[in-house]
């Protein structure tokens, strides 16, 4: 009789087959495989029962085991570091190509702000200081050349005429060509600027409003003879441009 129970039957539900008279060993193995579950069925040999192979002391412990699940209790393990066989390189970031052109810009701008106060202040001449008679559009002389000025002496009440020179471009006349009393010491004056020169210059003739135009004829006839007339290429009046 215990010989006989050796032997089971096997009841595969998926299949729906059955296999009488099984070793036991033979079952222990199945369910090894994997070719039993337990919700399949077996039971002794000859019996009418069938029992689950999950409720089955005797087979239980065959069956794969499924994951333990995690207990509040439990702690979790630290994970150690992971040595690569590569060390990583940082990617050096691309140097901007472009210049700055800001600060270039501000001393740019500065240079030319002082070049044109330059220039302005320079190309006027004694026009500047003296109050020339009011153009509507006003030829402003040269820029590289002379300038003569004709005004009255401030300090003097009867109005006394006083001649300077001057070359475009500098901020001021020389000390020994500013308040020339004589129309001859001043056409002197202007014979020694212009022997200095190179080439024929412009000359700009910078008059008060109030100067008859008589003088101003009598000293362009004198710029228009020799040896003035070789040194000169041209004759100007300065006036001042008006305001609109």
């Known amino acids: 009789m215990a010989e006989k129970r050796r032997f089971l039957d096997v009841w595969i539900v998926d299949a729906n087959s059955v296999y009488k008279e099984v070793p036991f060993t033979v079952v222990i193995d199945w369910i090894q495989q994997g070719r039993l579950l337990e919700n399949d069925m077996t039971r002794p040999s000859g019996t009418k029962d069938w029992m689950p192979l999950g409720q089955s002391a005797s087979f239980k412990p065959y069956l794969p085991q499924g994951p333990t699940p995690t207990e509040a209790g439990d702690q979790a393990e630290a994970l150690e570091p992971v040595e690569l066989d590569f060390q990583y390189k940082k990617v050096p970031q691309e140097e901007d190509d472009e210049v700055d052109m800001i600060p270039l810009i501000d001393v740019s701008m500065v240079l030319l702000v002082f070049f044109i106060i330059t220039a302005s202040a320079g190309g006027q001449g004694a026009s500047a200081l003296i109050p020339t008679p009011m153009a509507a559009h006003a030829p402003i002389g040269n820029t590289s050349g002379v ?66 135009d008589g003088l101003i004829v009598e000293i362009t006839s004198d710029l228009s003879k020799d040896p003035r007339r070789k040194k000169i290429s041209a004759k100007f009046t300065g006036v001042t441009e008006k305001v609109q």
Do not use: C, H
């Open 147 to 212: 300038w003569i000025g004709i005004n009255f002496d401030d300090k003097d009440p009867s109005k006394k005429i006083v001649y300077s020179l001057g070359e475009d471009g500098k901020q001021s006349p020389d000390p020994a060509d500013q308040k020339i009393d004589t129309k001859s010491a001043m056409l002197d004056r202007l014979d020694a600027m212009l022997a200095k020169k190179t080439a024929p210059v412009e000359v700009t003739i910078n008059a008060n409003k109030e100067i008859k």
